[in-house]
């Protein structure tokens, strides 16, 4: 895969499915509105955001759920007075607090209409294939959910020094957040999470982070004499690249065309998507980006568009909130 000598102005209809809603006491750019966010979008040519309002961080329990609820009334707020720009993943309190998940993801997707629910790749010291949060599994499968899924740092959650790396302007995002990713895919395929949730549509950030260049080094395990083969096929039934390619992945700031060969010869395009990072990135950046990668018109149109409107019904008349063609 290489880039275009020329620029491919044909960016109108994008949907971005990495979109960041400041609600108050985020971590966002401080002049962030929804205005704002569609000025950027109409320019990119971006024609819906699937916006989520980020993590929920408290000191005790109902404060948690207390903020899950605004960050989710301030999204679907935004959700509501535009229609035709943006959706919502809605934000539960901690998956460690599994009643107040599980209340908080009825709420958001039986009133406030969210199109998924966003999670991040571990709560405290626990991944997401922990066996506690079964019951949240349990529910999303059910809901047949979409869940997007982004990466977390350590910030108070480490007292191992293994951040003493980091220096001015470097923070959890270079190398923890790529690696996050890798970490909970990997536990949710050992503990059978994936396989027996096959309902819920994972979306993991930023083209699968750490994940994807390590696909063959995992399977070279097979090769390993303290695992062997049959001990991979006890933790991987289905393979590894089985497991991997029925995930979905947004590929915010996994667009060199190295960076996407690699992904598209594990996956099919079919579970690729678009995504920019806006705000923490600008819209165009991503946009450009895409643009100069080298792909025929039938991928291009899928991984921009196609595949989301596929995998949120966009054009259900159940989601009156879409521009219907």
Known sequence: MGTREQKNTTTSGKIDLHHHFNAPGGRGQPDWTPEKAIGEMDAAGVELAMGWPGPVVAETVQAARDRARMLNEFGAKIVQGRHKRFGLFASPPPLTDVDGALREIEYSLDVLKANGIGLITHYARSWLGDAAFEPVWNELDR????????????????????????????????????????????????????????????????????????????????????????????????????????????????????QMALLMSRVPVSQLLFGSDYDRFPLRHAVEQMDRLELSPEHRAAIESGNARRLLRLDSVDLPWVAQA
């Open 143 to 258: 809901r047949e959910a979409v869940v997007f899924v982004h990466p977390q740092g350590w910030a108070g959650a480490c007292d191992c020094g293994i951040l003493d790396y980091q220096a001015p302007h470097l923070s959890d995002a270079w190398l923890e957040y790529p690696f996050d990713t890798a970490r909970t895919i990997l536990h949710l395929m050992v503990t059978g999470t994936l396989r027996k949730h096959p309902r819920i549509k994972f979306v993991f950030c930023h083209g699968g982070g750490a994940f994807t260049p390590l696909i063959a080094r995992l399977e070279g395990f097979s090769g390993w004499v303290t695992v062997g083969p049959e001990r991979m096929a006890e933790l991987f039934p289905e393979g590894i690249t089985a497991e991997f390619r029925r995930l979905y992945f947004e590929c915010a700031q996994a667009y060199s065309p190295e």
